[in-house]
């Protein structure tokens, strides 16, 4: 907040601390803050453990000063715009609320009600041009990012494919056999094949599920 309404100097000093060319003139420009994160995505994780920590304390504790606080740490979010956290956020959040929350329908439905309302009303406070500008590419099948990513996904799926029980190895995209991309599981694939890929994941979907009965225990 401080890097987006605080006195200048203030924020350019906050801005330059953490962030790296080209993130740093994008941010001094006001268009996509980093937060305490190298560049916006960064950022955009970080905001989104606060949302986490809020949204759960809210939904368990139901008192409005940790709604408040929901609220607040959503701003964050929307001063870096990273679009691929706001997708896997709002799947996470909307999921957990459905199943976990232990409200009745009703509550559900007004709660969830207010809660797209207020997010509606604070876009139009923070800059989303980067949001809603990509939204509108992607439409148009026109966004740069998202089409190299395709681009690069096949190329990872073409190196699995050559070797998909050990993988490529790891750290080879220097070397030009690999191609990097923006992507944790389909890296997994391609660096270190079936073996890598269900060995992480595996463990991943254990501590879910091992999650999933914690909450469901302690609303019980």
């Known amino acids: 907040l401080l890097q987006a309404l605080g006195p200048q100097s203030v924020s350019e000093l906050l801005i330059k601390l953490y962030s790296h060319e080209p993130h740093t003139s994008v941010a ?24 986490v920590f809020y949204f759960v304390f809210s939904v368990q504790q139901r008192k409005p000063k940790y709604f408040a606080l929901f609220f607040v740490s959503l701003i964050p979010l929307f001063l870096a715009q990273g679009r691929t956290v706001m997708i896997g956020l709002a799947i996470c959040l909307f999921g957990y609320f459905w199943l976990f929350s232990g409200l009745r329908l009703r509550y559900k439905v007004f709660v969830f009600i207010v809660i797209i309302s207020l997010i509606f009303i604070s876009v139009n406070f923070v800059p989303v041009d980067y949001l809603t500008g990509g939204l509108s590419e992607l439409s148009r099948g026109e966004n740069a990012s998202v089409n190299v990513r395709f681009q ?9 494919i050559h070797s998909p029980i050990i993988g490529q190895g790891a750290g080879l995209e220097t070397y030009g056999r690999t191609e990097n991309i923006d992507s944790e599981y389909l890296l997994l694939l391609q660096r270190h094949g079936l073996i890598g890929f269900v060995s992480v994941v595996g463990v991943i979907l254990f501590l879910m ?5 914690y909450i469901r225990f302690s609303l019980s």
Request: proline share 5%; aromatic share 14%.
């Open 28 to 51: 001094l420009a006001g268009l996509r803050y980093t937060l305490t994160g190298p560049d916006p995505n960064v950022g955009s994780t970080i905001a989104a453990f606060f949302i």
């Open 209 to 213: 599920l091992k999650a999933i009965g």
């Open 152 to 160: 690069k996904a096949f190329i990872v799926i073409d190196n699995f």
